[in-house]
Antibody
Framework: QVQLVQSGAELRQPGASVKISCKAS????????IHWVRQAPGQGLEWMGR????????RYSQKFQGRVTFTRDTSASIAYMEVSTLTSEDTAVYYC?????????????WGQGTLVTVSS | EIVLTQSPGTLSLSPGERATLSCRAS???????LAWYQQKPGQAPRLLIY???YRATGVADRFSGSGVGTQFTLTISRLEPEDFAVYYC?????????FGGGTKVEIK
């Protein structure tokens, strides 16, 4: 069965960076993009961007361009997201999610979420 | 970017009642690239509807989606206890993908 398992909760100080992993199983990793979505406490969902796991092509929401980096390790079926220059406004649950069809479609499987807390 | 506005913000209904949720887009959503998700507290979102009207695998047939252009609707024909949750619409026809602010369906 399809599973996305994310790394555990992180606590960072303002100005630091964080890198979250998302290990996929149960399907061909390189056939479907991985999206990253975040949700601040008590708030709605915000799309950050996606990486096509086959060729590594990335698309970022302009809001995060230059501060977020998506990578992947195809040999291990793991996608990564790194966020730099963290502020308290980056405190959120970060989700990875598998594209439904290929790339640029909705997400049919989601990770369990990784809580990132930014606090001094 | 396409802004999605969901209404109402909260819907208070009883089990067995019909729920009608609205999602309005600031510009036309291409090729009905509109999805609906359900999210329960402490859980990741779950895909319910894609292509405006197609149910995702395993989704009960009491959930239906409709709409085109800038106006979309999610209907739950008869609410079951497990349907009380927050629902989000998402457009995926234009980058950046965007979500609506959500509609909370709560028990009256």
């Amino acid at each position: 069965q399809v599973q996305l398992v994310q790394s555990g909760a992180e606590l960072r100080q303002p100005g630091a960076s964080v890198k979250i992993s998302c290990k996929a199983s149960g399907y061909t990793f390189t056939k479907y993009a991985i999206h990253w979505v975040r949700q601040a406490p008590g708030q709605g969902l915000e799309w950050m961007g996606r990486i096509h796991t086959g060729d590594g092509n990335t698309r970022y929401s302009q809001k995060f361009q230059g501060r977020v980096t998506f990578t992947r390790d195809t040999s291990a079926s793991i996608a990564y997201m790194e966020v730099s220059t963290l502020t308290s406004e980056d405190t959120a649950v970060y989700y990875c999610a598998k594209d439904f069809y290929s790339s640029g479609y909705p997400c049919d499987y989601w990770g369990q979420g990784t809580l990132v807390t930014v606090s001094s | 970017e396409i802004v999605l506005t969901q209404s109402p913000g909260t819907l208070s209904l009883s089990p067995g009642e019909r729920a009608t949720l609205s999602c309005r887009a600031s510009q036309s959503v291409s090729t009905t690239s509109l999805a609906w998700y359900q999210q329960k507290p402490g859980q990741a979102p779950r895909l319910l509807i894609y292509g405006a009207s197609y149910r995702a695998t395993g989704v009960a047939d009491r959930f239906s989606g409709s709409g085109v252009g800038t106006q979309f609707t999610l209907t739950i024909s008869r609410l079951e206890p497990e349907d009380f949750a927050v629902y989000y619409c998402q457009q995926y026809g234009d980058s950046p993908l965007t979500f609506g602010g959500g509609t909370k369906v709560e028990i009256k």
